[in-house]
C-alpha cells in the first residue's frame, strides 16, 4: 500500500521559514520524480516544486530563490524548505509521486503565514 505522509506544516509569521517532510512508503521511491504542490482556499491546486529521481528540479516562479525540494532516498523522504514566506504562501501543501496510470498524493499538512 503506498503511502505519503506530509509534515512539518503550521502556523509562521511573515519572513519566517518551515521544512516541510514528505515520509513515503510502498513505492521504489529512488526512481520516482516527486512534488510539492499546494491548494489555496478558494483557489486550484499548482505545483509548487519538483524533483527528479535524478536531482534535477523546477520550481514555480512564485517560490524561486525562497523554496527549496530536496530528497534523501535513504530516507525515503522528499523535503520542502520554505524561506521568506508570505502571507500568499498560506496553503495547504500536498506530496505528490509520479505514477502510471495516475500520481499518489498525500493528504496535506496545512501552513498559513501570518502578515
Known amino acids: 500500500q503506498v503511502q505519503l505522509v506530509e509534515s512539518g506544516g503550521g502556523l509562521v509569521q511573515a519572513g519566517g521559514s518551515l521544512r516541510l517532510s514528505c515520509a513515503t512508503s510502498?513505492?521504489?521511491?529512488?526512481?520516482?520524480?516527486m512534488g510539492w504542490y499546494r491548494q489555496a482556499p478558494g483557489e486550484q491546486r499548482e505545483l509548487v516544486a519538483t524533483?527528479?529521481?535524478?536531482?534535477?528540479?523546477n520550481y514555480a516562479d512564485s517560490v524561486k530563490g525562497r523554496f527549496s525540494i530536496s530528497r534523501d532516498n535513504a530516507k525515503n523522504t522528499v523535503y520542502l524548505q520554505m524561506n521568506s514566506l508570505k502571507a500568499e504562501d498560506t496553503a495547504v501543501y500536498y506530496c505528490?509521486?509520479?505514477?502510471?496510470?495516475?500520481?499518489?498524493w498525500g493528504k496535506g499538512t496545512l501552513v498559513t503565514v501570518s502578515s
Open positions: 505528490n509521486a509520479r505514477s502510471f496510470p495516475t500520481d499518489y
Open positions: 510502498g513505492i521504489i521511491f529512488s526512481t520516482r520524480s
Open positions: 524533483i527528479t529521481s535524478g536531482g534535477n528540479t
